[in-house]
């Protein structure tokens, strides 16, 4: 396994990368007031389903969890059990880093291009609202979502911890399950240009048969 210094280093480098993107959408992007019927549109896409909101108290928690490591990395992989690969845990530590930043890319790309209609997953200035269809969002519905699937992912392989795993797997089915009460919300309220957009796209893979 890379020793505990080196494993520090790349998280430090991964939450630079983080902080980075939620700096970008909040101060960048300058995120606009919301008029009445915006309020009421972002009501209801909180109206999900317990799972769903259960896993991405879960997923954040798990961000959390894995910066605290930054500071007690070293003392937490003496107590807490390790997936130990062998021989093979130092390639798959360099390839789980490796997803951080590719997921990192990802988000960013996908917050660019929602850019003042950001939240969940929609934002905008008063009176102003959009279905965004362009950039990446051409090619998935979620990319937000399937950016914190790969960089958790990454995560889990980084450190190779047991209880890193549950809680991801916990994460990762909250996050589907939001999905899924997003794109009824948005079908709703979008309604045939959302349900062409969902003809063209995948949710969370790219769509290769598109008729």
């Known amino acids: 396994m890379l020793s505990a210094e080196i494993v520090r280093i790349l998280l430090i480098i991964s939450f630079f990368l983080l ?11 300058k995120r606009h007031n919301k008029n009445k019927s915006e309020n009421e549109l972002n009501g209801k896409l909180k109206e999900t389903r317990f799972i769903a909101r259960l896993g991405v108290i879960i997923l ?3 961000i959390v969890f894995c910066s605290i490591n930054i500071f007690i ?8 059990p390790r997936i130990n690969l062998y021989i093979l845990s130092e390639p798959v530590q360099i390839i789980g880093f490796t997803l951080i930043i590719g997921g990192n890319i990802s988000l960013f ?18 009176k102003k609202r959009k279905l965004v269809t362009s950039g990446i969002y051409s090619l998935i519905r979620h990319p937000v979502y399937v ?4 960089f958790s992912i990454g995560f889990v392989l980084l450190q190779l911890g047991w209880i890193l795993l549950i809680m991801y797997t916990i994460g990762a089915i909250g996050l589907y399950f939001q999905a899924l009460d997003e794109e009824v919300i ?6 045939e240009d959302y349900e062409k957009y969902s003809k063209k796209t995948g949710r969370f893979f790219v769509k290769l048969n598109k008729n």
């Open 19 to 29: 902080g980075f993107n939620v700096l970008y959408i909040i101060i960048f992007k």
């Open 60 to 62: 954040s928690i798990f």
């Open 73 to 80: 990395y070293h003392h937490v992989m003496n107590f807490i």
């Open 109 to 126: 790309l996908a917050y660019r291009e929602l850019g003042i209609y950001w939240s969940y997953p929609i934002d905008g200035k008063s």
């Open 147 to 150: 950016s914190f699937n790969i």
């Open 186 to 191: 948005l079908l709703e309220y979008f309604g």
